[in-house]
């Protein structure tokens, strides 16, 4: 009976080892940011290549963009994107995805040919 109870505690003690880092690790993991920084960074290449962004203006928000992204890696860092830190990143996407727009549709354009 010992060895019975011993095995099942030490199986459960295995499993609680291997459930915890995945648990872990899909915390960190936000497709949500993920694909919203991909796509404001599809929006600035399509604004440099119609002309409607300024290298300087794409610059800026590239600047930005890595800022977000920084800030993201900050709060991944300890295993856990807490609710406040998920809402100053929605904060900050939303920020630059006005500023995109208010950029694109400026009166400054480039000379696409």
């Keep these: 009976m010992k060895r019975y109870v011993a095995g099942a505690v030490s199986l459960s003690f295995a ?15 936000d497709p949500g ?8 960074d599809q929006r600035i ?8 962004l300024t290298p300087r203006e794409a610059g800026k928000l590239d ?7 920084q800030d993201e890696l900050r709060a991944k860092s ?4 807490t609710p406040k830190e998920r809402a100053k990143l929605t904060k900050e ?15 400054q354009q480039t000379n696409t040919q």
């Design 78 to 81: 300890d295993g856990n994107v």
């Design 63 to 69: 600047a930005q963009q890595a800022k977000i992204k």
């Design 33 to 40: 940011i993920q694909q919203r920084m991909q796509n404001q």
């Design 93 to 107: 996407q939303n920020r630059a995805s006005k500023n995109i727009y208010k950029l694109k549709h400026n009166k």
């Design 15 to 29: 499993a609680v080892l291997f459930l915890v880092p995945l648990a872990h690790a899909q915390s960190t993991n």
């Design 45 to 52: 290449n399509q604004g440099v290549n119609s002309g409607q």
